[in-house]
């Protein structure tokens, strides 16, 4: 199975700023990759797709980039509701995986 | 609008088996796959696998393979996933949601599944 690692896996930044999560393949899947939004207590939201697409909705301060084994989600501006857990997921292969997330926390 | 509405809570003994349900609307049942992902309390999420609701054709992450059984009911626009032999590890928030583009698009509330003795 493709493997997914996320970092940081936390850290804490302050409304405004600009934040970088990056994710890591253990091979190669395009750009069959995809970033989810959670909150506590809700199901994930889905943010982007094939890696910088941005889904309906979305507000446009989030952005992804990468292909390959090397993606990037970021947040141009954070917003107070932009603190969640961020999970990127592959889909280059039919058993889909995902990272193991990346909680944004308030400073 | 699309919706995915699932069954409630279950609680289960160790080496029982439980069966939860994901009731579709708003959209054509049987023109999108369903995946089914699951989270542990505190944890991230797992996929489980996917199924086709119009020929009930299924793939299942190689984790859960022997163990889970998706399967669909078109008169009712309902997807099921059961899962047997349950340990404690098996305690977990599940999540139905249809596919958009070969991964979740809309997900389901969740059921909330505790394995204890």
């Known amino acids: 199975a493709i493997r997914m690692t996320q970092s940081p896996s936390s850290f804490s930044a302050s409304t405004g700023d600009r934040v970088t999560i990056t994710c890591r393949a253990s091979q190669g899947i395009s750009s069959y990759l995809a970033w989810y939004q959670q909150k506590p207590g809700k199901a994930p939201k889905l943010l982007i797709y094939a890696a910088s697409t941005l889904q309906s909705g979305v507000p446009s301060r989030f952005s992804g980039s990468g292909s390959g084994t090397d993606f990037t989600l970021t947040i141009s501006c954070l917003q107070s509701e932009d603190f969640a857990t961020y999970y990127c997921q592959q889909y280059y292969s039919y058993s889909r995986t995902f990272g193991q997330g990346t909680k944004v926390e308030i400073k | 609008q699309v919706q995915l509405v699932q069954s409630g809570a279950e609680v289960k003994k160790p080496g029982a088996s439980v069966k939860v349900s994901c009731k579709a609307s708003g959209y054509t049942f049987t023109s999108y796959y369903m995946h089914w992902v699951r989270q542990a309390p505190g944890q991230g999420l797992e996929w489980m696998g996917i199924i086709n609701p119009s020929g009930g054709s299924t793939s299942y992450a190689q984790k859960f393979q022997g163990r889970v059984t998706m399967t669909r009911d078109t008169s009712t626009s309902t997807v099921y996933m059961e899962l047997s032999s349950l340990r404690s590890e098996d305690t977990a928030v599940y999540y139905c949601?249809?596919?958009?583009?070969?991964?979740?698009?809309?997900w389901g509330q969740g059921t909330m599944v505790t394995v204890s003795s």
């Open positions: 949601a249809r596919d958009t583009g070969r991964l979740p698009g809309t």
